[in-house]
Nanobody
Framework: EVQLVESGGGLVQAGGSLRLSCAAS????????IGWFRQAPGKEREGVSC????????YYEDSVKGRFTISSGNAKNTVYLQMNSLKPEDTAVYYC???????????????????????WGKGTLVTVSS
């Protein structure tokens, strides 16, 4: 059974940094994606970033480009989201999600429909104070 466990959330001051971790287990696929969504209070869920296992290609939502970096650990089943230059508008519950995506473009996995992202963690709260 696929399981995703997030960690690393907390309270940080604007301009600071935080690194989230997603520990994934139970995958038997050659090509899968692991990524991050977030949901702020009273707002819709949005895709943030994801990485593809087969080639390491990545996707970033426009508002986090240049500030956030997604990467994989040596075990290839741990994904990190390094968040720098944090802003109060980054405050949200961050969810790790994953799935066997095949030919699904990374952009499609990051939409509200989250195509191919069949497994989800319970989330970790990131609060950025101003």
């Amino acid at each position: 059974e696929v399981q995703l466990v997030e960690s690393g959330g907390g309270l940080v001051q604007a301009g600071g940094s935080l690194r989230l971790s997603c520990a994934a287990s139970g995958f038997t696929f050659d090509d899968y994606a692991i990524g991050w969504f977030r949901q702020a209070p009273g707002k819709e869920r949005e895709g943030v970033s994801c990485i593809r296992s087969s080639d390491g290609s990545t996707y970033y939502e426009d508002s986090v480009k240049g500030r956030f970096t997604i990467s994989s650990g040596n075990a290839k089943n741990t994904v990190y989201l390094q968040m720098n230059s944090l802003k109060p508008e980054d405050t949200a519950v961050y969810y790790c999600a994953a799935g066997a995506i095949g030919s699904v473009p990374l952009e499609a996995t990051m939409t509200r429909a989250a195509y191919g992202m069949d497994y989800w963690g319970k989330g970790t709260l990131v609060t950025v104070s101003s």
